[in-house]
C-alpha cells in the first residue's frame, strides 16, 4: 500500500499542471510558462504615452471578457488584472491594424477582437507585472478608438 501511494504521489509532482487549454512548460524564478492554444475576445489597446512607455513599453495588450477570464493561467495569487500584452508586438500591431502612432491629440488606440493565443507566461512580483502571450491570429477586429492622453 505505501509503494502505490508513494508511486501515486511521485506522478502528481512530475505531471504537467493543466491550466485550461495551457499546459505548465516550465517555472524560472517568478515565471510559469505555458504551452496551448486559446481563442478569446476582449478588448485591445496600444498605448503611447511616457508612463506607460516606461512601465511596459511599446506593447500591445489585451482584456479578455469574463468568459476569457476563466481560461487565462494564473499560477499566483494576485491582485493584478487578468490581461497579457503580446509578445510578438509588430505581428499583433500589423494583425489589429494599429497604426504606427495615434492621432494627433490621443496617446493610443483600442478596439475589440477576438484572439488566438498561444505560449502564455505568468510573471509574479512585486510592481506592476503583466503576462505575455503569443498571437496567433485576430478575427472580428473593430474599427480602431483614440484613447485620450492621461
Excluded at 502505490?4 to 502528481?12: D, P, R, V
Aim: hydrophobic share 40%; proline share 8%.
Amino acid at each position: 500500500m505505501r509503494n502505490i501511494f508513494l508511486t501515486f504521489a511521485l506522478m502528481c509532482l512530475t505531471a504537467p499542471v493543466l491550466a485550461g487549454p495551457f499546459r505548465e512548460v516550465g517555472r524560472d524564478g517568478r515565471y510559469v510558462e505555458y504551452q496551448g492554444e486559446l481563442t478569446v475576445s476582449g478588448r485591445f489597446e496600444r498605448l503611447q504615452d511616457s508612463i506607460t512607455l516606461d512601465w511596459r513599453g511599446d506593447r500591445v495588450c489585451f482584456f479578455p471578457d469574463a468568459t476569457g477570464l476563466k481560461q487565462l493561467p494564473r499560477a499566483f495569487a494576485t491582485n493584478k488584472p487578468a490581461m497579457f500584452c503580446f509578445a510578438n508586438t509588430r505581428s499583433s500591431i500589423t494583425a489589429l491594424g494599429l497604426p504606427p502612432q495615434p492621432p494627433a491629440g490621443a496617446c493610443g488606440m483600442t478596439g475589440t477582437a477576438t484572439v488566438s493565443i498561444s505560449r502564455y507566461v505568468v510573471e509574479s512580483g512585486m510592481g506592476e507585472t503583466y503576462d505575455l502571450a503569443t498571437l496567433v491570429k485576430a478575427e472580428n477586429v473593430s474599427p480602431l478608438t483614440p484613447v485620450a492622453c492621461p
